[in-house]
């Protein structure tokens, strides 16, 4: 008579040891330790496992009062510990019962995520991390019932549970609020609801409809963030060169249903049904439910299915990866497990614009961002920050650059990003260049040298007498003389296939000038800056000049392979020594002796 609800299984072994005093319609339990081993239990959707509770205090029943009352009762595990003071419970003749008391709290998030998908979360998406405690003092009288509740977590994170990544990290929350629960509505009304931490600090207001049975809820919550703070907690998602400034403001409204139950009592297939019998069964041997029949309902709506959630917010000025944004405003809207925001059209510098119109798919699984395809981004400068941040990646040649000119535009043809393991995104596109102009970094630099080699290689043949084996011979034998310093590198109105897979970018038909030489590039960059590319360079006629033998060598490649990273490539010259050994065999009509590889071999063998 003294619980309204019972969790539909309890499983496990119990051992109570108390002082007792009985009568006709009173009980009071004193000194009582009860000490509960291999607990379990199913709570809707919920399974609690504890490997141990224990529970000290006393208990006091009289029927003639209708009365329940403690006056200290502590419960502990390792998930959860609370102590109540003053607890009073009196049972009228009709309607609800009265009651009053303090409850204290505190317990770990982890442990008590690991319970089941509490507030709709999911075995693979975000649980939560941190100790927490907090107090709630209660009183009602038949009418309704009044609490206020504080509560502090410390730390507090949001975890992936796919790789254990932190998305969201917050060294201390603090949260307070009141709640009013009137009886004849059966209506739940929170008001003065304060959330402060470091990064966000909320206050608001929220009522819920139908409390005990559809449980329809109604939030209004203020927003207000710290805009740095907000960029470094998303860096896992945005990027760790991402900033805002300004308007650091929201407004949250939302409307949803508590109960994630679509069909209570409806089983899964194959899920086994327990049925619980209605007789008494003191002191039977009762067999702990089965791992299946512990299992919450897999008809579950989703919370993003449950939720109906609208906000609005905004930044004065942002810096993406290098591109200096202006002000704008970002509006979301949360329903049938969708994130959908409206169009966002960015200025970007002089001239420059950002198109984006992000969704995201919260339900089914797996959770991913989309942008919708077409003209991403038009026409925005080159910067030596844009190129080292960004371009970089779909443009190794501007890497390390010192100093760009120039402008780009790109054109999505669709990206999928995984929110749990965003450098997993899929994405094409193209990539356009207007015009650029660079001063190369210290790959490119190398990459000039060994050009300038094979000029000299191909002038040295064509002075060396009736024999351009001869004339190679003898370019081969010269001491390296130091590379030329070159101009720049430029390019003009180039369009380059662009295409992100597992974690590296993809380039194609990158074409550009090293002075007046034209050299072509394809291959991959890692988000780590590892490298696998190939610089091609064509033969160019005037390094052959009017050598009869030579010209089938003009247009002819010689393909470079690059591995290694940015800060530290590693340009096989090999290469080159094999493209030329080539070119004197066919030159010298296939004779090739040693003196050639040898002196081949000692020049370019890797450093």
Known sequence: PW?????????????????????????????????VTDFRAQVGGTTIVEPRMKSTGDFRWDSQTRAIE???LQIT?????????????????????TARGRIAFRGDFERVSAWGNLLGATPEGLRPRGAFEGLLQLTSDATRATS???????PFQLVNAADGAVAWDE??????????????????????????????????AAVVEQFRTAGLVRGDVNVTYDAAELANLLATYLGPNVHFQGANTARLQATGR???????????????VTTVSTESTWNADATPPSPQSLAPNPLATPWSRRWQVATETGWAAANLDGLPVGAARLTANVREGQIQFTPLELTVGQGGRVSLQPRITLDPAPQVLELAPGQMISNVAISAEVSERMLKYAAPIVAGATRTEGSFSFFMEGVQIPLRQPKQGRLNGRLTIHNLAVMPGPMIQSITGLIRQIEGFGKTAQGGGGNPLEGLLGGVLQPPQPAQAIKGITMT?????????????????????????????QGSVGFDESLALEIEVPIQAK????????????????RIPVTGTFAKPNIDERAIGAFLTQAAQAAAGGLLGDELNKALDKLLRPK
């Open 3 to 35: 619980v309204a609800g019972v969790p539909e299984q309890l499983a496990g072994r119990a051992t109570l040891a108390a002082q007792l005093r009985a009568r006709t319609g009173f009980v009071h339990v004193t000194e009582s330790d009860l000490d």
């Open 148 to 154: 206020t509740l504080t509560f502090k977590a410390e």
């Open 171 to 204: 060294p201390r929350i603090d949260l307070a609020t009141e709640a009013v629960y009137t009886n004849a509505d059966d209506r739940l009304q929170f008001s003065n609801v304060r959330l402060t931490g470091k990064t966000v600090q909320m206050q608001g």
């Open 543 to 558: 390094w052959v000049g009017s050598k009869p033998a030579l010209q089938p060598l003009i247009g002819q490649s010689i």
């Open 493 to 521: 109105e180039r369009a380059i296939d662009i295409q992100v897979v597992d974690g590296r970018v993809y380039h194609r038909n990158l074409e550009f000038l090293i002075d007046d030489v034209p050299v072509r590039s």
């Open 70 to 72: 403690s006056n200290d």
């Open 258 to 272: 508590l109960n994630a139950e679509a069909s209570r009592g409806v089983p899964a297939p194959g899920v086994p």
């Open 77 to 97: 595990s390792s998930t959860v510990a609370a102590r109540a003071s003053g607890v009073s419970v009196q049972l009228g003749e009709t309607g609800p019962p």
